[in-house]
């Protein structure tokens, strides 16, 4: 991402929403962008996976220019967004359906998700049957079943409880680890955000900027014991401090 602007035309006046957002994103590297509620990350998130246009600024995916969604990049939202009247197992083959590929030659790898998701014997079941986290794990399953390189997630675990937060986190990191998938994560939680990341985007309030990036060498793989490291309650210091939550 060079020099990245986004202004919204809205009724009254241009909602400048992106201001001048540079970073290079390295493959293979867990990328989280935190910041307060309304500072951009959705808008930059959107713009990466090519749903959104940048007012101004240049975006490269490996070398091309980004401008449209495309295969190797899959996308994961804050709400499921599941179909009612779909099984869990015909909700992850979903994007297999729509980009046109053998679902049955699939259907395998669907049943391996939502095993390693911790879904096993709710395959057949509706959305409706399953709690919320459940069903965040609907999506990330979804997400996966295609094998993108990369994954953008916003707030992908924003709705649910601590407990689940935390075992999702693990089962991500557990995936990103045996995946070797470029991961761009956006979140307003601190914790989880220096919990997972390699670097940490820490963004200012509206027009989003970069604050600072912060790197974030926490041994790999990583488990809870990472929490109790010095190292951890810093990091987690310096994000405050720059999101001005320390005082
Ligand atoms: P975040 O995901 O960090 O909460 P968003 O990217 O959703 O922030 O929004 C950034 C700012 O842009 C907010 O002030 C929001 O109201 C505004 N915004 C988002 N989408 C639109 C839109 N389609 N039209 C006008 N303003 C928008
Ligand atoms: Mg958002």
Redesign the pocket.
């Known amino acids: 991402m060079r020099n990245l602007h986004k202004i ?1 035309e ?1 009724q009254d006046q241009p ?1 400048l ?1 992106l201001r001048d957002i540079t970073l290079d994103v390295r493959s293979g590297e867990f990328v989280t962008f935190v ?1 307060p ?8 998130l959107n713009i990466i996976g090519g749903l959104l246009d940048r007012t101004s600024g240049d975006i490269w995916f490996k070398g091309q220019e980004q401008r449209e969604p495309r295969r190797e990049i899959g996308m994961m939202f804050q709400t499921a967004v599941l179909f009612d009247w779909r099984t869990v197992v015909d909700n992850v083959l979903l994007p297999v359906e729509i980009l046109g590929m053998d679902r049955e030659a699939y259907r395998s790898r669907a049943l391996q998700l939502l095993d390693l998701t911790g879904l096993k014997g709710f395959e057949a079941a509706y959305p409706r049957q399953l709690s919320g986290g459940m069903q965040q794990r609907v999506s990330l399953s979804r997400v996966l079943v295609y094998d993108p390189e990369v994954l953008l997630l916003d707030e992908p675990f924003g709705a649910l409880d601590e407990f689940t937060r935390e075992a999702m986190n693990l089962e991500l990191l557990h995936i990103w680890d045996t995946t070797k998938k470029t991961v761009v994560f ?1 979140t307003h939680n601190i914790n989880e955000a220096v919990f997972l990341s390699d670097r940490v985007v820490v963004m200012t309030p ?1 027009p ?1 900027q970069i604050a600072k990036v912060l790197d974030v060498k926490l041994p790999r793989p990583r488990t809870r014991e990472a929490m109790k490291l010095p190292l951890f309650a810093e990091k987690v210091f310096e994000v405050r401090e720059l999101l001005g939550v320390a005082h």
Do not use: D, E, P
């Open positions: 919204y809205t909602l929403a910041g509620s309304g500072c951009g990350k959705s808008t930059l956006v509206r989003g």
